[in-house]
């Protein structure tokens, strides 16, 4: 049995998941066909300057670049895992829209030509309710949805209404050997709600509503607001399915998980989910398993343009993680957790050295003690959190 008394299986479901995703701004320039470089931020103004202070940081960058390039070494990681299903925040919008959002000083914003880089990765969810998805108005949140629509690309989090923003996403799962003769009904899925907090900088105007587009924004990482988002998905669930709820919360750096997320946290799993999937933090935060439910606080940035930027680099926010979730397929319980570390250079992620990986454990265990103190480090590089630990 796991630990919330349910009954375990042979069976087990793989999860891919990973933070922010960023393709626009100088990723975008580097791409088959760059869309309009100006920006709107007070520190610099061409999007082409970021590829400039990745060459002078790494090694020059080629351009033009291949679809491939922004991930690198993962794409051989993801082939590896054969996951069920692959989840990362798309923090983009992808479109052609030139209106900036105000008062923002940052926007991402990728030429939907370029969509193809996406779809090398082949994820089976963009979750959209994060602070940039509307950096172009709602003009470029329709193209935004538009685009990945055309392209096959599965979203959830962000709609042309509050029906469609809080709709979760669907990915098919294979369902459990029948018996023989036994009519068998709908399989099952992993249900994927995404969900975005003002503390991660999204806006309040970007909410959707019944007559408006936007994000599904929860206004307060509150008991009544868990018990709300509980309710959506105990109104669609079906038996054998799984449930994964994506928080995009917080600040941009920094180790320190707030009470009230991890109250959040442990409400949603209390609920029902099986996983939690948070990001925002431009660097891994701490994770937890709570009553044999993987909880990531924060999962870093994997794809973007910061190498040259400094002043934060006690984070080290070169390193990515690609987490693999390895679930009881009926019960949704952690059975197995791998990080597999890789390090930004030259706008390509390459396989992080093995005193990285060390780095990494010793940071997330002393920083997240006792949520991360199982982590061990293989001959691989990869971080592993050990069976029979904590509550795995």
């Not at 607001?225 to 709820?245: I, S």
């Not at 009553?291 to 924060?298: A, C, D, E, S, T």
């Amino acid at each position: 049995m796991d630990a919330s008394g349910s009954r375990g299986s042979d069976r087990e479901v793989t999860v891919c998941l990973a933070g922010d995703v960023m393709l626009g701004r100088g990723v975008d320039q580097i791409l088959p066909h760059p869309g309009d470089p100006r920006l709107a931020e007070p520190w610099v103004t061409d999007a082409r300057s970021y590829v400039d202070m990745a060459a002078a940081a790494h090694g020059p960058v080629p351009r033009p670049a291949g679809y491939a390039r922004p991930w690198g070494d993962l794409l051989e990681e993801l082939q590896a895992a054969r996951p069920d299903a692959w989840l990362l925040n798309l923090e983009t919008s992808v479109t052609r829209a030139d209106a900036f959002a105000p008062d923002k000083s940052v926007h991402y914003r990728m030429n939907p030509a370029n969509l193809p880089c996406l779809a090398a990765a082949r994820p089976d969810v963009c979750v959209l309710a994060n602070n940039h998805v509307l950096d172009f108005g709602r003009d470029g949140l329709a193209e935004t949805l538009e685009a990945l629509d055309a392209a096959g690309l599965a979203t959830a989090g962000a709609g042309r209404d509050a029906a469609e923003a809080w709709r979760p996403a669907e990915v098919a799962l294979r369902p459990p050997p029948s018996p023989p003769g036994a009519t068998s009904g709908p399989g099952p899925r992993l249900l994927v709600f995404s969900v975005g907090l003002p503390s991660s900088g999204i806006p309040l105007d970007w909410a959707a509503t019944p007559e408006r587009s936007g994000v599904a924004l929860v206004s307060a990482p509150s008991p009544a607001a868990a018990a709300e988002l509980v309710a959506r998905t105990e109104a669609v669930r079906r038996t054998g399915d799984l449930v994964a709820v994506s928080i995009h919360w917080g600040s941009n750096w920094g180790y320190r998980i707030p009470p009230a997320h991890i109250r959040f946290a442990h409400d949603l799993v209390d609920g029902g989910a099986d996983l939690v999937h948070g990001h925002s933090s431009h660097h891994p935060r701490p994770l937890e398993v709570y009553r044999g439910r993987l909880i990531l606080y924060g999962c870093g940035d994997l794809v973007n343009d910061y190498e040259g930027i400094t002043g934060h680099e006690q984070y080290r926010d070169d390193l990515r993680l690609l987490y693999t979730a390895r679930l009881d397929a009926a019960t949704g319980a952690l059975r197995e957790l791998r990080l597999t570390p890789f390090q930004a250079r030259r706008l390509t992620l390459r396989r992080a050295p093995l005193r990285d990986a060390h780095w990494l454990r010793d940071c997330l265990s002393r920083q997240g003690a006792p949520f991360s103190a199982a982590l061990t480090v293989g001959s691989d590089a990869a971080l592993t959190l050990a069976r029979g630990s904590q509550e795995v």
